[in-house]
Structure formats: C-alpha cells, structure tokens
C-alpha cells in the first residue's frame, strides 16, 4: 500500500509540474522541476551547471541546414556549420578555423600537354655531344612550370652511350642529366622547372663506339621528348 501511495503521489506531482507536451520531469538536488521541451532537432545533454543537471542543446541535424555541409567545433565542445564550398574549393585552415579556399599555382596540379617530338633514324660515332635529329621542342613563355621528359631507345655496338637531356638557349646548353647507359637499352629522365623561352633537346655521345636511334633493322628504337604544363 505504500508503494501504491507513493506511485499516485509521484503521478499526481508530475501531473502538476508537466504543462506542456514533450516536458521532461527531472530533479534538482532537492525537488523534482519541469525541462522544458526543446525546439525542433535539439539533443538532450547532461550538464551539471544546470539546476536540473540536463539541457537542451544544438544537435548536428539541428546545426547542419543544406546538402553537402560540414559539421566541426569552433570552440570547446560547440558544434558549428561550415557551409560547403564552390566546385574546386580544396578545405584548408585558416588561423584556428577551416575554410574553403580556391587553390592557385601549386596544389593539384593539373599537367597540360604543351609539345612533343619523335626522332628520326641516327647513327653516330661521334665522341663529342651531338643532337639527336628531330628530337628538340620548343617550351613557350608563361607564367607556370613545366614537366619534360624524354626515353631514348638505341642500339650501342660500342663500350657505352651518354645522353644529355639539356636546354638549348641558341649559344649554350644547360645540362639536366647525363646518363651512362649499356648496349641496347633505353635511356629515359624527367625535369622540372620554370618556363622560360627555350629549346630543349636529347644530346648524345659514345665511347669508343657507335650509337644507333631509330634503327631500319631494330624495330621500335627511337626517341621521345614529350613537355607538360604544370597549371
């Protein structure tokens, strides 16, 4: 009978206290109190600074309000919204927050084909640098980088071959890379650097021997220069 009486003394207090649809009955550290019902989408938390210990607070359905929002704190345990970004925004921060940024020169680099040049047939015994015939392009000024590289496919009869991948500014050539290679092997390498007007080009050399690009009785032996736009 106790249990009885004390159930329909809680019912009845409750009744009293609860006004509204979706009130929450809950207690202080004395006395049972009304939590309001909260607005659309809210979380229930607990919060010890409270007189009840519980609140209402924003939510992440509350917080996020379009297609393709980002949910992250902009302070201690404070939900906020960062609105999503235009086509090709990268996110990045910015200080202590995050922002959408449109990425210019550097960051997902995008390589754009510029030129490129096949060889023609070639044998030398030269021990000097020569140019390989037809394998030179042409690298227009502009504001980027560029990305070149080149493969070198050749017979050697002879101890070894040198291949210089240079450029070629009309008096001096400015070397990348030369490269020691054995008989009947491809020589390839790759550069990267500022646009700046110039002719570049393969060069190369033997060694007490002959070298031979773009054979009529090798099939496939040839050369290839090929230059990217970094943009």
């Known amino acids: 009978m106790t249990f009885l009486s004390t159930l329909k ?14 009130d929450l009955l809950s207690r202080s550290s004395s006395a049972l109190g009304r939590l309001a019902v909260s607005t659309n989408n809210f979380s229930l938390y607990c919060d010890s600074a409270q ?8 939510s992440a359905t509350s917080t996020l309000t379009a297609a393709g929002d980002l949910l992250y704190a902009s302070g201690a345990n404070t ?3 960062l609105p999503k970004g235009t086509d090709n925004q990268v996110l990045k921060m910015n ?18 084909k510029r030129s490129a040049a096949t060889s023609g047939a070639q044998t030398t015994t030269s021990t000097s640098l020569v140019d390989v015939t037809s394998l030179t392009t042409s ?12 493969s070198l496919n050749g017979y050697m009869s002879g101890v070894s071959v040198n291949a210089l991948f240079c450029f070629d500014d009309g008096g001096t050539s400015s070397e990348f890379a030369q490269i020691d290679a054995a008989r009947d092997t491809q020589i390839t390498d790759s550069y990267v650097g500022d646009n700046d007007g110039q002719t570049l ?25 090929e230059v990217l736009e970094i943009s």
């Open 139 to 150: 690298i227009t000024d502009n504001t980027g980088k560029f990305y070149a590289t080149y």
């Open 79 to 81: 939900l906020a919204r």
């Open 201 to 225: 080009k393969v060069q190369v050399k033997v060694d007490g021997g002959t070298v031979t690009i773009d054979s009529t009785n090798v099939t496939g032996r040839n050369g290839h220069i």
């Open 9 to 22: 003394k809680a019912a009845s207090s409750a009744a009293d206290i609860l006004t509204t649809k979706g």
């Open 51 to 58: 007189t009840l210990g519980i609140k209402w607070a924003a």
């Open 95 to 112: 200080g202590s927050s995050l922002n959408w940024e449109t990425l210019s020169g550097g960051g997902g680099a995008t390589l754009n």
